[in-house]
């Protein structure tokens, strides 16, 4: 499969993870697919709750699934949509927690940052640069 035939199916299945998003608060349903270098691609959405500094964003739901299935690594891309009219970039939070899977497997993953018109491709390693991660507790 081409990389942009692999692309689109990892945006595709943020929009599908997105359709589930319980986002009655905001009104803003974000979802995240996460690649990995074996194919398996893991979403998320976001979760949020009657006490609304609770809420969980949708890239810390699929990171949370995918390390509670096993995986310790292999990060390879990750794409994130949103209903807005820009495209979506991980919050700071979900920066670091994407990064602890990423140094885990030695990676630097793609976040795909998915809009109505664009998508704006950038390196987990710019989005949070000199990062704190396993290896710094060393
Ligand atoms: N949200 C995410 O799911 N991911 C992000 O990276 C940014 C924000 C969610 C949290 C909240 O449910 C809604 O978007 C509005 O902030």
Redesign the pocket.
């Known amino acids: 499969m081409s990389a942009e035939k692999r692309d689109e199916g990892l945006i595709a299945a943020a929009r599908a993870a997105a359709d589930r998003s319980y986002?009655p608060y905001?009104n803003?349903p974000?979802g995240a697919a996460l690649r990995f270098d074996d194919g398996t691609v893991v979403t998320g959405t976001?979760i949020?709750n009657a006490s609304y500094g609770l809420?969980l964003?949708?890239?810390t739901v699929a990171v949370s699934k995918a390390m509670a299935e096993g995986r310790r690594g292999g990060l390879e891309a990750v794409a994130?949509t949103g209903p807005g009219a820009h495209p979506?970039t991980?919050?700071g939070r979900?920066r670091q927690v994407l990064n602890e899977l990423a140094q885990l497997g030695d990676t630097d993953p793609d976040i795909l940052c998915v809009g109505p018109g664009e998508v704006h491709r950038v390196k987990l390693s710019a989005l949070l640069p000199a990062a704190f991660g396993p290896a710094s507790l060393d």
């Open positions: 986002s905001s803003f974000v976001n949020e809420a964003c949708a890239e994130v979506i991980p919050c979900c």
